[in-house]
């Protein structure tokens, strides 16, 4: 019974399609209805479904715990009865896509307990996604679950032409799961981006520096980039950046100049003020790293010795002085993860494993964020975790080629903003290391 309300928990939007079907509507006013009443039914669906099926579930995944009490009866002699203990559904709330659940530990239970069980319940109702976070009261007992019935971003978005204004604290970078837009926070963040090749980090990368060219135009943002993959990636927009570096040395001497200007910074700060806030002529200084692991790993042991001694000072130093580092990275070695601390915020890609996972986003993170999860075709889907603690998916959308070019000719950085700029123009492909 409990299996058959399971696999039919899709069943009633496709009854409310059959009966569009029979029904033939024409007008849009009533498709409109049919809508509308599609998706109430659906909600009421999602709700019984979960309510009636609860216990159940709880029990069969291990959940709840049987107590066996013997009594005494009068004339039988001894009987004994079995009681359940149940994690306690406090709320179901279904939205059109989703279902958000409210849950109590049960007496004894750990809250960790509770939460480890949420892939079980996104298998077990058949959700796309999941995500589990605390709710605003009680979050030392209670946990809330969402499971995504309906998955918001499976079709990619095309990333626009951002609005003509000045906008360093944060950038829109696409759709979080629930279809709500994502932002991404820039001043005051180090920023790391991992995920397989082809995950689409590119997408990431143009998203913050696309979405910052009206600033960088007025000399609010100054965007450096590290490409030492031959520049393929950066080359696209070189425009929008102050210099890129293609070598090795360039790249150590780029690193170099960033810790002077943060070292630079917080001396003129001291005792003034705790954070930088960027204006024109006063720049947020951005640099931006694709393929963190060419300048830890590949590069020479001098190279990399000197490189790795640097960011790591840049990263300590810079976030509140306005000096700030976005990487990005295919694999999390061991090199990289050294690192991660020092970054403020994470965002992982599509990974190879759970273990991956893990090493990117935290100890036993692999259940809540399971990035090593993400579809080959999902390019640009990440897990991130929030300020709160809590896990969520989104897509970034995606960045063509001719907008990029399109952006980069309409806001170029100021030559002039940065005397003795390495390679202001776009650089020559070959020259890579
Ligand atoms: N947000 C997106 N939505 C849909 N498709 C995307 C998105 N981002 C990237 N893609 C597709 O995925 C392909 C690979 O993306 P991208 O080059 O950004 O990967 P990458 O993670 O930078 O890989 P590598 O580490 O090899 O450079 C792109 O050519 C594009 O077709
Ligand atoms: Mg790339």
Redesign the pocket.
């Known amino acids: 019974m409990n299996e058959t309300i399971y696999m039919s928990i899709g069943g009633l939007p496709a009854l409310a399609v059959a009966s569009l079907v029979v029904i033939k509507p024409t007008r849009p006013a009533t498709l409109a209805a049919l809508g509308w009443l599609a998706s109430i039914g659906r909600r009421v669906w999602w709700w019984l479904v979960l309510r009636v099926t609860w216990k159940a579930v709880a029990r069969e995944a291990g959940l709840s715990k049987r107590r066996t009490k013997r009594v005494k009866r009068m004339g039988v002699g001894e009987e004994s009865i079995e009681k359940w203990r149940d994690p306690r559904l406090k709320r179901v709330k279904p939205s059109a896509h989703s279902v958000t659940l409210k849950v109590r530990t049960r007496r004894g239970q750990a809250l960790a307990d509770l939460e480890a069980f949420a892939p079980k319940l996104a298998a077990t109702y058949s959700a796309d996604a999941y995500r589990v976070y605390p709710p605003k009261r009680r979050a030392g007992s209670t946990v809330m679950f969402e499971l995504v019935m309906r998955d918001l971003i499976k079709t990619?978005s095309v990333a626009a032409m951002p609005e003509p204004r000045m906008q360093t604290e944060s950038v829109r970078l696409?759709r979080r799961q629930s279809g709500k837009p994502f932002d991404l926070q820039i001043e005051q963040r180090h920023t790391l981006v991992v995920?397989?090749?082809?995950?689409?980090?590119?997408?990431f990368l143009w998203g913050v520096v696309g979405s910052l060219a009206p600033a960088i135009a007025v000399d609010a943002v100054r965007a450096y980039g590290i490409d030492l993959k031959g520049g393929m990636?950066l080359t696209m927009g070189a425009p929008l950046f102050t210099k890129i570096a293609v070598k090795g040395e360039q790249a150590v001497e780029m690193l170099r100049e960033f810790v002077g200007i943060a070292d630079e910074r917080t001396e003129a700060m001291r005792g003034h003020s705790r954070n930088h806030k960027p204006g024109p002529g006063d720049p947020l200084y951005l640099l931006v790293i694709d393929?963190l692991a060419s300048l830890t790993a590949y590069a020479d042991n001098e190279t990399k010795k000197e490189a790795e001694r640097l960011l790591k000072r840049l990263l300590s130093i810079g976030r509140a002085v306005g000096v700030v580092v976005v990487a990005?990275v295919?694999d999390p070695r061991k090199e990289v993860i050294d690192m991660r601390g020092l970054f403020t915020q994470t965002i992982a890609?599509r990974l190879r494993s759970a273990m991956e996972t893990n090493m990117v986003l935290g100890d036993g993170m692999a259940p809540f964020a399971p990035a090593h999860r993400i579809l080959k075709g999902a390019?640009?889907t990440a897990w991130i975790i929030d300020e709160d603690g809590s896990t969520d998916r989104i897509?970034?959308?995606?960045w063509s080629d001719e907008l990029i070019r399109r952006i980069a000719s309409l806001y170029p950085a100021d030559p002039t903003a940065a005397p003795g700029a390495i390679a202001p123009e776009p650089p020559a492909l070959g020259g890579a290391a």
């Open positions: 990619p696409g995920g397989a090749s082809g995950a689409g980090k590119g997408s990636e393929e990005f295919q890609l390019q640009g897509r970034a959308d995606y």
